[in-house]
């Protein structure tokens, strides 16, 4: 992928309590950025109104990879990008990718799949057709997985 493949970014600044023992980024933050990230575009999305507090879908992460690539500074500027990339029956699927600031200088990848509940503590239940609609419309393009036939 490129950076280009991103419609969504969000631009964070590295503080100190991010860091490790060797002044870079400790590993599990860089989950905390993707959290922070796909806060931020499910509200670009429209997702962020109808979020379970206000009685909206339920989603729960089922999976969640970061791959690392350069490690990043206490005091950096990061744009981190996310996009969703597939949507099956009950689980949407995002990618992520941390960059240097204003230049394709790639850090991380990441992925992460949701499962869509019907209650939250609940099994898993298809995605709403809505919430399908708003994820494809904001990125321009089918993300419904292909359905194989019975």
């Known amino acids: 992928m490129a950076r280009s493949d991103f419609r969504f970014r969000h631009t964070k600044r590295v503080r100190y309590a991010e860091i490790d023992a060797q002044a870079v980024v400790f ?10 990230a796909i ?4 509200r670009a999305v429209g ?10 879908p339920e989603f729960h992460v089922a999976k969640a ?18 996009r969703c990339s597939r949507i099956g029956t009950s689980s949407m699927t995002f990618l992520f990718e941390i960059h240097g600031v204003g230049a ?30 708003m994820f494809e ?8 997985a292909e359905r194989k036939a019975a």
């Open 65 to 82: 990879l970061v791959e690392y690539k350069a490690p990043i500074l206490l005091d950096e500027q990061v744009d981190i990008c996310v």
């Open 27 to 36: 590993n599990s933050r860089y989950l905390e950025y993707f959290d922070i």
């Open 104 to 133: 394709d200088d790639l850090r991380a990848t990441g992925e992460e799949v949701s499962v869509h509940v019907a209650e939250a503590q609940g099994p898993p239940a298809p995605v709403p057709e809505a919430v399908i609609a």
């Open 39 to 42: 806060t931020e575009y499910w």
């Open 137 to 144: 419309a904001y990125e321009g393009k089918p993300l419904r």
């Open 47 to 56: 997702m962020y109104d109808a979020a379970p507090v206000s009685g909206g």
